[in-house]
């Protein structure tokens, strides 16, 4: 008889996991949009300004260029760049330590935790840079020799 239980609980826990939940749409009529309110500003009048603007309009587009010159393909960037990186490092070591079974998984951690233990050292070495930057400069008698 628990045999018979713990099957249909299994069963059920099964079903109630994989079985979409079904969800009626709401009754009543179609949907309609509120009045529409917005009205744009008028436009003023234009002064003799145009020389100015577009001074200013050529500086800003100058530096603009500039500001996002050409950086490496490493250097900052997005989201996705990141993901693309750490998914080519998994094929590199997944293809390296692939058919060596137990000790490929091994030696895969292992490079994760390398990889890790790198990353955390430069930040701990640019905090510290930093830190001491404010610090100033301590006299040579002070040191063991």
Do not use: C, H
């Not at 996991?17 to 008028?42: C, E, I, N």
């Not at 094929?91 to 079974?101: K, P, T, V, Y």
């Amino acid at each position: 008889m628990r045999k018979w239980i713990i099957v249909m609980m299994v069963f059920l826990l099964a079903f109630a996991v994989t079985t979409p939940a079904l969800v009626d749409a709401k009754r009543g009529g179609s949907f309609r949009s509120g009045v529409k309110k917005y009205q744009p500003a008028p436009k003023k009048a234009e002064t003799n300004n145009q020389v100015n603007r577009a001074d200013s309009t050529s500086n800003t587009k100058a530096t603009g260029t500039s500001a996002t010159g050409n950086r490496g393909f490493f250097s900052g960037g997005s989201f996705m760049k990141g993901l693309m990186i750490g998914g080519l490092a998994g094929i590199l070591f997944g293809g390296l330590f692939g058919n060596m079974g137990f000790f490929g998984e091994i030696l895969g951690l292992m490079v994760n935790l390398m990889a890790l233990f790198a990353l955390f050292m430069l930040v701990v070495m640019v905090f510290r840079k930093f830190k001491d930057r404010r610090k100033p400069p301590r006299p040579e008698s002070e040191r063991w020799n």
